[in-house]
């Protein structure tokens, strides 16, 4: 059983920048491809970046692509989602997810094993 916490999320205004942290309990978290999603009001969940468990390949949505960054340290159990240049339509709750051994296909498709509870962003105009 993985739990997952993501911290760092607030307000800020458009054109700032903030770093999500999600914190992986459990063991073996090298072994898990992990992924950022988010769910602006009044849509569905959608896919923003993915960081695969072996040799650390990146993937990311083309809204966030150049802008956002995914990471990982594995000594610490933790990924990190920097984003920069932000944008009002990036408002929204953010989700961390991760699935041992997952492909990137998989989890851009269907999200991970697990789930964190969510933290807010709030981009202001």
């Known amino acids: 059983q993985v739990q997952l916490v993501e911290s760092g999320g607030g307000l800020v205004q458009a054109g700032g920048s903030l770093r999500l942290s999600c914190a992986a309990s459990?063991?073996?978290?090298?072994?898990?491809?992990m992924g950022w999603f988010r769910q602006a009001p009044g849509k569905e969940r959608e896919f923003a970046a993915a960081?695969?468990?072996?040799?650390?390949?990146?993937y990311y949505a083309d809204s966030v692509k150049g802008r956002f960054i995914i990471s990982r340290d594995n000594a610490q159990n933790t990924v990190y989602l920097q984003m920069n240049s932000l944008k009002p339509e990036d408002t929204a709750v953010y989700y961390c997810?991760?699935?041992?051994?997952?492909?990137?296909?998989?989890?851009?498709?269907?999200?991970?094993?697990?789930w964190g509870r969510g933290t807010q962003v709030t981009v202001s105009s």
């Open positions: 459990g063991r073996f978290f090298s072994t898990y491809t």
């Open positions: 997810a991760g699935s041992q051994r997952a492909q990137i296909g998989t989890m851009i498709g269907s999200g991970g094993d697990y």
């Open positions: 960081i695969l468990w072996s040799g650390g390949t990146t």
